[in-house]
């Protein structure tokens, strides 16, 4: 569907939401991409074949494919929300960030460790940072759902996982005796920093995270700064989107994801260039 239709339970900007339907349509070319690179052989000259020759690089590659399989997800799914049936289901107002924040975080990890600025060890660090913290997640998850020692399998991944980061180098020992990674993942607001662009100079691309995470939480303060309150004579309030800053976001949450499957692809299927400090 190429356009929202005039027929709705409430009304809308016509003009500024149809902009907006074609701003997340990037998702199609964005899917495809990602979808076509996957029947492609991996190039010999790859940053994904150095990495191998380098060590694990099957940590980074997956979660970042795991990452990738997310963005795209929740991508498609706000587009066909926005582009559905407003008849007979009603413009969503907040959702829209919630989608945004799962592109948006997805996208830049993905970013993070596939970082062709760094070199192979680097990036073999940064894929057993990202595996240890899924799985510390899933060992939390299991003791939650209180799963039988003989289904709960988190200990033994991590165990495993920490004897091929030992082998290659990636453990550290403290004076305590403690052992940990020599490469921590970053956290949401530093991923932010560091792989979005800013867009108005002083600003810090964390405050896209601040208002998402605020969105995504039901926090009074993110609710009142993006979207506004309709007085209805008979219905009551309705809030209203902040179309401006529904336009900002989808702007730069598919040109996040856009260039983190630019980026999947490149590592896979294409040489590295002369100058990648992975060679």
Known sequence: MDTVGPDTIRPIDLPQANRLLRTLGAVHKIEERLRSS??????????????????????????????????????????YRLGGDLER?????????????????????????????????????RGYAVELQ??????????AANMPSNQANAEMLIERLLAGAEREGFLRTAVSGNKSLTISPPTMVELFNAYDAPDIPGRRPEWRYRILSGMAHGRRWAIASNAEVETATDDGH??????????????????????????????????????????
């Open 38 to 79: 996957s029947i492609r052989k991996i190039h010999p000259e790859s940053a994904l074949v150095r990495d191998q020759a380098a060590g694990n690089a099957a940590s980074g590659f997956n979660c970042a494919a795991s990452a990738l399989a997310a963005a795209v997800d929740h991508l498609r799914t706000w587009y």
């Open 89 to 125: 289901f009603s413009m969503p107002i907040m959702s829209h960030y919630t989608l945004a924040r799962a592109v948006y975080e997805s996208s830049l990890q993905a970013l993070w460790l596939l970082d062709p600025a760094v070199d192979s060890r680097t990036r073999i660090g």
């Open 134 to 143: 899924s799985l510390v997640d899933l060992r939390k998850f299991q003791a």
């Open 238 to 279: 309705f809030l209203i989107p902040n179309w401006e800053y529904l336009q900002v976001f989808a702007d730069f949450t598919t040109q996040a994801a856009s260039r983190a499957v630019n980026a999947f692809v490149e590592y896979r299927c294409e040489p590295t260039s002369a100058t990648n400090p992975s060679q």
